[in-house]
């Protein structure tokens, strides 16, 4: 047994997880190796790492849909490993947030939400109901009540299950990659409903992609690789001061778009569109136009002549850094005159020129 004063605030202990799966044909795969941790009531933990990590299983495993193989899980105080540990007292204890919303489309929004608590907890029809509109006021969605989920966008979906899981009373929810599932336009009024959760001192794990929400929201980030917490401090220290190599080069990865310019009736439509996708993925749509622009002006105007080249457009998460190359094949000197130059600088935060092996490249810096 143990003491109430030990678990005081400890709302999460993790001891010695681990997870096997076994294949059909009797190979075996361990995913989670050893996990170990201690989260505290009112933590926000952010899970980052590589895909294929085991960022999923281990959120799995803590809310037993994925039973593990070996190890203990402590919530607020009771062994939720322990065989035979009831279904309704754990789903009151843990929540999920899944990546795909996983609502039921044959219920109404009201009725997703008030269908746990009235099998599971047992609570009075009106009182879940009751419940169920704050909830929904909650999330921004009381407006959406009596509809079927399949008129919803993503975000929404996302939103009324946020909702769901909260009708439970969790004192943990975990939410895996809320938001990789949505179209771009959509991500922000998700996480804001994350983050004003946040606030109110609900405990979470996040496994998330967003590194800048990531390093905002939380209390604590996990670095997860090849099956164990490789790494874990405050958001400080892992984004600034990383100890291990993997970490910081995980944290410092860049996203790239690349377009290889072979003829001078390329298709700059493409380009936009994607440029557009990009920006919107990568939160930096202001950014958009402007590299268009960019792009349109060096290419039409102050190129002397067609020249095949690579265009890359570089964004450091982290960092909010975003760069627009153009490698121009075949060119041992910058093709900007004096007058482009000015103009280019009037529009950027740097302009680069340097000549490189194959070529030259204007670096600007948007
Ligand atoms: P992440 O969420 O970090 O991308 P996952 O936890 O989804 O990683 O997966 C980690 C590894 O476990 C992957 O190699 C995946 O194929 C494997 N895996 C996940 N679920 C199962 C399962 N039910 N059976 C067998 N292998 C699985
Ligand atoms: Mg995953």
Redesign the pocket.
Known sequence: MVNDQMVNDKMVNIIHLSKT?I?PDGSS?T?LKDVNCTIDKGEVISII??????????LRAINML?PPTSGEIIVNGENITAPGYPLDKLRRKMGMVFQSFNLFEHMTVLENITYAPTRLLKMPETQAKEEAMELLKKVGMAQKADVYPSSLSGGQKQRVAIARSLAMHPDVILFDEPTSALDPTMVGEVLSVIRQLAKSGLTMLI?THEMRFARDVSTRIFF?NEGIIYEDGTPEQIFEHPVHSATKAFVNRIQKLVYEIDSDDFDYLQIHTGLNQFCLKYNITEKAELAYSLIKEILFTHMPSFRPLTLRLTHTELSGVTALDFMVEGLNESPLTDTARASLRQQVKELIEEPTTRGFRIKLIV
Request: charged share 10%; net charge neutral; proline share 6%.
């Open positions: 799966f294949n795969l995913v790492g590589p895909s294929g990590t085991g960022k999923s299983t281990l994925e496994v997860m």
